[in-house]
């Protein structure tokens, strides 16, 4: 199957400093790379989403990044705030096939 | 709408015993997913069924589980005999068209094998 590595597996920032988490992904026949936010006791839930035809997708304060050459996408939160504390999933997902990452834990400290 | 329905939301049952999860999924979703989280292994693909006809099952763990998808609004999975190792949250998802849309998740079913 594929293989999705994401880093870190854990991440603090100081409330208004930026946060970046990195997805690899190994199926180039893949075109859908949403993110997930989990908080605790919930299941995962859509933040971002982008396809592999759009570079760079923004909406607010978050952005996603996609380097299809390179296979790797990003996960970019600016401005963070203790809301965004949670556990961020990336996918890599095509025809019939889909892999999450591993997971980032974000603590975001007041 | 009610979003992805799951029940029980919480299970906790001996070695050996049958354990069975439900799933409703959104109205008018074609797909829908089954997933198994634990610290170990993060969050695992287990099924998904494209108008309820399983397309990959590669990540079934083995014989003990097993999963149907009687009619659109119904999807249940299956573990006998269940064992320790099973203890998981569990996840159904469901999405407008296969894995490349965006899948609502439910709030889990918290397994316990003792």
């Known amino acids: 199957g594929e293989n999705v590595e994401q880093h870190p597996s854990t991440l603090s920032v100081q409330e208004g400093d930026s946060a970046v988490i990195k997805c690899t992904y190994s199926d180039s026949a893949s075109n859908y790379f949403p993110w997930y936010k989990q908080e605790l006791g919930k299941g995962p839930q859509l933040i971002i989403d982008?396809?592999?035809?759009?570079g760079e997708k923004k909406d607010q304060r978050i952005a996603v990044t996609l380097n299809k050459t390179a296979k790797h996408f990003s996960l970019h939160i600016t401005e963070t705030q203790p809301e965004d504390s949670a556990v961020y999933f990336c996918l890599s997902g095509g025809y019939q096939k889909v892999t999450f990452g591993t997971g980032t834990k974000l603590q975001v400290i007041p | 709408d009610a979003g992805v329905i799951q029940s029980p939301r919480h299970e906790v049952t001996e070695m050996g015993q049958e354990v069975t999860l439900r799933c409703k999924p959104i109205?008018?979703?074609?797909?829908l997913f089954w997933y198994r989280q634990t610290m170990m292994r993060g969050l695992e693909l287990l099924i998904y069924f494209n108008n309820n006809v399983p397309i990959d099952d590669s990540g079934m763990p083995e014989d003990r589980f097993s999963a149907k998808m009687p009619n659109a609004s119904f999807s249940t999975l299956k573990i006998q005999p269940s064992e320790p190792r099973d203890s998981a949250v569990y996840f159904c998802?469901?999405?407008?068209?296969?894995?490349?849309?965006?899948?609502?998740f439910g709030p889990g079913t918290r397994l316990t094998v003792t």
């Open positions: 982008i396809r592999s035809n759009v």
């Open positions: 998802a469901s999405s407008l068209m296969g894995p490349a849309n965006e899948q609502y």
């Open positions: 109205s008018g979703h074609n797909s």
